[in-house]
């Protein structure tokens, strides 16, 4: 009998580790985690990504800095408002200045890129991303791009932005050289600079600093130690008077703007000051004579132009003759006017005056020219379509297309 208890045990414990979990009233066990899906390689994702959430770029292969140094040739001091382009496919897409020491560090791919003139082609397919995008510009679009510094008086070399290490994002581009060289007269740059001695030197790099960061008051006790120092000095006569003109001591700003003029006849700056001064206090018969001074000088012999040019000169030869066209039609000298605002047009390839096109309506309007006159029009509201004067505008665009629809054929044909 005890045999077959035992066998009869056996069975019994047999059958029990065989009853369901449900039928012995104990809760469910839970069931083990499902194993984690398999990864797809990157270029295979399991479900598409919505339009708009692409990865972005590596990091590893986004320029985030250009960084470097300006210097001359001759190891003298770089030029004032000495300017770093970035260049792609013979556009410029960005500048920044350098610091009067010639260092320059240029951001790329942020809202704080600076697009400087529609040549600059900010509506590119890039540049519309990135506004919303981390910094940073993709490798890729560097492919085709250089840099270079622009400075009167100056040529400068390239570097080219091929092949950059871009393994920390920040790149050192090295040193871009400026080569001098000679212009025909007049001149941007005054050699007395250079013979300042060493204290008055350090004292105009000062104010430049202080100007640079918005420090007026610093920068003009700068300048006023410079020319204590050294009278002769030119440069720092004429920043002076940038800073006084800025403080709105314009009696003040004129003098110093004089003695630099008064110190070198052929250094330029100050009369494009002076200038521009005289024609925003309507001086008419200054601004003829400070203006014909300046093309007297004829830097790059603009007179004998005949086509578009586009100078990279700090100072623009455009303005001058925008000044001098004004000041002629407003002592009624038409001819001279039409011809001075015609150069400022052919010079203007950056069209930053607007108003010179209706200056030369005008001008076509009074010799019945009304088909030109209506064409500078529009391109004036082209360039200015949220103008103040844009009602007045357009009711003279009305009447003037008015009169031009009046004529007959012969008489527009005379008109050409």
Same mark, same amino acid.
């Given at each position: ?13 047999? @059958? ?7 039928? &012995? ?12 899906? #398999? ?32 210097? %001359?040739?001759?190891? %003298? ?25 010639? !260092? ?12 400087? !003139?529609?040549?600059? $082609? ?26 270079? +510094? ?8 390239? @570097? ?85 003109? #800025?403080?709105?001591?314009? !009696?003040? &700003?004129?003098?110093?703007? +004089? ?31 400070? %203006? #014909? ?67 030369? &309506?005008?001008?076509? +309007? ?10 500078? @029009? ?10 103040? !004067?844009? $009602? ?25």
């Amino acid at each position: 009998m005890s045999h077959c208890m035992r066998i009869l045990v056996l069975l019994a414990l047999a @059958i029990a580790l065989l009853v369901p979990g449900s039928a &012995a009233q104990k809760p469910p066990v839970p069931q083990p985690p499902p194993p984690p899906p #398999r990864s797809n390689p990157p270029n295979n994702p399991t479900t598409p990504l919505p339009r708009g959430t692409e990865p972005s770029q590596p990091r590893e292969n986004l320029v985030m800095f250009l960084s470097g140094r300006v210097a %001359t040739n001759d190891a %003298t001091p770089v030029p004032n408002d000495l300017l770093v382009e970035r260049v792609c496919n013979a556009n410029v897409r960005q500048q920044v200045y350098s610091s009067v020491r010639g !260092d320059f560090s240029m951001q790329l791919g942020s809202r704080t890129e600076s697009f400087v !003139d529609a040549s600059g $082609d900010p509506t590119s397919r890039y540049s519309q991303a990135s506004k919303d995008s981390e910094m940073g510009i993709p490798l890729r679009e560097l492919r085709n791009c250089e840099l270079r +510094a622009s400075a009167s008086g100056f040529h400068s070399k390239v @570097i080219s932005l091929v092949g950059l290490d871009t393994s920390l994002g920040n790149v050192d581009v090295g040193v871009i050289v400026l080569q001098r060289i000679k212009k025909i007269q007049g001149m941007t740059l005054s050699a007395a600079a250079y013979k300042a001695p060493k204290d008055a030197r350090k004292a105009y790099e000062k104010g430049l600093e202080a100007e640079w960061n918005g420090k007026l008051a610093n920068a003009h006790k700068h300048f006023e130690t410079a020319v204590g120092i050294y009278p002769g000095y030119t440069s720092a006569w004429f920043q002076l008077g940038n800073v006084l003109r #800025r403080e709105n001591e314009n !009696d003040a &700003a004129r003098k110093a703007y +004089a003695q630099a003029t008064t110190i070198d006849s052929k250094f330029v700056p100050p009369y494009f000051s002076l200038a521009s001064m005289a024609y925003e206090s309507g001086n008419w018969s200054e601004v003829i004579d400070l %203006t #014909r001074h300046i093309l007297e000088l004829d830097p790059l012999r603009y007179a004998n132009a005949t086509g578009y040019i586009l100078d990279l000169d700090p100072l623009d030869y455009a303005e001058v003759y925008f000044y001098n066209a004004v000041a002629n039609y407003n002592l009624n000298k038409i001819e001279d006017s039409e011809k001075s605002a015609l150069m400022a047009e052919h010079l203007d390839v950056r069209p930053r005056f607007p108003k010179l096109h209706l200056l030369l &309506a005008e001008i076509f +309007a009074r010799k019945n020219k009304y088909a030109l006159a209506i064409s500078e @029009i529009k391109t004036y509201l082209e360039l200015a379509p949220h103008a103040k !004067d844009g $009602d007045q505008v357009r009711e003279q665009l009305a009447k003037l297309e008015k009169l031009n629809g009046s004529m007959s054929a012969s008489e527009k044909r005379d008109q050409k």
